[in-house]
């Protein structure tokens, strides 16, 4: 558990590689969804995604309703701009977490990639309705509406993150 907990640190203090490295020594010693998922996240911000969706998924196969495993394999997917599969991740998390905030963003988000503008608003207002502070869900929800030529909207949004 310690070394969890440090591969955690490590991730928090934006030192990937010491996380990384940290995660291959708890998989030595045991598989959890956990530390899978931990170095997933430190190869995830290495921008490694390939290697974070193995992660991931090794995760998932010990686990398949380990939430921060959906969640973080959605972002990679979404970084390989394969955005449809991501969608299918995040709609896991909000299965799973009906309440989680960023499930619902992050789903907006891919919608938005795949330009599904319309599409994009309905989980940014869930995600702003679940966490009226979270500023990135106010500009991304801008983002989508200006794609929609719907700029009195997006000034809105903007506004509320400005």
Same mark, same amino acid.
């Given at each position: ?12 203090l ?30 995830l ?28 394999? &959605?972002? +990679? $997917?979404?970084?390989?701009? %394969?955005? *449809? @599969? !991501? =969608?299918?991740? #995040?709609?896991?998390? /909000? ?12 789903? &907006?988000? +891919? $919608?938005?990639?795949?330009? %599904?503008? *319309? @599409? !994009? =608003?309905?989980? #940014?207002?869930?995600a /702003? ?6 500023r ?5 929800? &801008?983002?989508? $509406? ?7 909207? !997006? =000034? ?5 993150? /400005?």
């Amino acid at each position: 558990e310690a070394y969890d907990n440090l591969g955690s640190l490590f991730i928090d203090l934006w030192r990937f590689y010491e996380a990384r490295a940290t995660y291959d020594e708890v998989l030595l010693m045991e598989r959890s969804p956990l530390a899978h998922t931990g170095k997933g996240i430190s190869l995830l911000k290495l921008r490694e995604y390939r290697e974070a969706i193995l992660c991931f998924n090794y995760a998932l196969g010990l686990d398949s309703n380990y939430m921060p495993a959906h969640n973080n394999k &959605g972002l +990679a $997917l979404d970084e390989t701009r %394969k955005s *449809q @599969q !991501a =969608i299918e991740c #995040f709609e896991e998390v /909000i299965r799973l977490a009906p309440l989680s905030v960023s499930g619902y963003y992050n789903k &907006g988000v +891919a $919608l938005y990639h795949l330009n %599904k503008c *319309q @599409q !994009a =608003i309905e989980p #940014f207002d869930v995600a /702003i309705e679940l966490d009226p502070t979270l500023r990135k869900a106010y500009n991304q929800k &801008g983002l989508s $509406l200006r794609c929609l030529k719907r700029y009195k909207e !997006a =000034i809105a949004c903007y506004d509320k993150v /400005i």
